[in-house]
């Protein structure tokens, strides 16, 4: 009698988990990977990004206006880091959407690009500044084109879309991540629920394991997103534990922010003056839209 019960019980959560599973389905608004991948290739027009350079401060303004047609709320935060030689001006670019009272989730990426190009199989290519179609470009370019359809369908929860400076600037790893790295220390009402960040997410041939750090410091989240992915079919995505990397997702978990870094580190032309928008592709930014777009709605 009572195992009965359960079973007719569980037929019902059943039959509600489809309804409202559908019913997600059809509110899911469409991702436009081809607007995605316009958006890497105008970052790349500016040429390289690294802080101090022209690209900088013409994509810093582009980045700016672009967020403004699209949220009522754009903010900067602007900081100096001084190595031996300089000071650097870096901004983290910020833009909010949706209910204040909602789940509040960060999106970010890197908007800088690096300076040298240190892997480059040319020797004399090695201090050569980088275009960054993937380590730069595509996470910015996913988060450019979410932001244009939160416009068009405003989310039930709070989403907060931050593009990070300084993240490639240095040599080593003290001389990297200077953006999150001070987004983590002054987030106050910025500070997300969890974060997902993008890095490298355009290569066409696209593959995507699971990041150490991410696993480890928010297990769930991970879980859902490959799970999500899994369901949407979105092969790129494999179950596979892959490297630990050093990266801006570091500074929030560090900072108590549960937060995941979706990477493919497996790229041939990582820091060489090859990587420019003909090794990404349209559909590689749609895998990462259809994704993110699928975990808000
Ligand atoms: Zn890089």
Redesign the pocket.
């Known amino acids: 009698m009572e195992l009965k019960q359960q079973f007719k019980l569980t037929q019902w959560l059943l039959l509600l988990g489809l309804l409202s599973f559908a019913r997600i389905e059809a509110a899911t608004p469409e991702f436009d990977a081809e607007h995605a991948f316009q958006y890497l290739v105008r970052q790349c027009e500016f040429g390289p990004r690294n802080p101090g350079s022209n690209g900088h401060e013409n994509a810093k303004k582009y980045l700016i206006s672009e967020l403004k047609r699209y949220s009522k709320e754009v903010v900067t935060q602007e900081f100096e880091y001084t190595d031996k030689q300089k000071s650097l001006k870096l901004t983290n670019i910020m833009a909010r959407f949706g209910k204040k009272d909602g789940e509040k989730i960060l999106l970010a990426a890197h908007w800088d ?2 300076p040298f190009a240190e892997h480059d199989p040319n020797p004399e290519k090695r201090n050569t500044p980088i275009i ?1 179609a993937n ?2 470009a595509s996470g910015v370019a996913v988060l450019l084109e979410i932001a244009r359809t939160l416009k068009s369908k405003p989310p039930e929860n709070e989403i907060f879309i931050v593009f990070f400076d300084g ?2 600037y240095g040599k080593h790893t003290s001389e990297m991540f200077l953006g999150s790295r001070y987004f983590a220390g002054n987030m106050e009402r910025w500070k997300p629920d969890y974060g997902i960040l993008l ?2 997410v355009g290569d066409k041939e696209l593959d995507l394991p699971i990041e150490q750090f991410s696993l480890r410091a928010a297990p769930e989240l991970t879980q859902r997103v490959w799970q999500t992915a899994k369901d949407l079919g979105l092969d790129a995505f494999h179950p596979q534990l892959g490297p630990a990397i050093m990266d801006d997702h570091v500074s929030l978990i560090e900072a108590g922010v549960p937060c995941i870094d979706i990477i493919d580190f497996d790229y041939p032309y ?2 060489t003056t090859e990587d420019t928008p003909d090794k990404c592709s349209a559909e590689s930014l749609g895998t990462l839209g259809k994704l993110i777009l699928a975990l808000i709605y």
Request: net charge negative; proline share 0%.
């Open positions: 690009t690096r960054g380590d730069g993240e490639d890095d490298m990582w820091h």
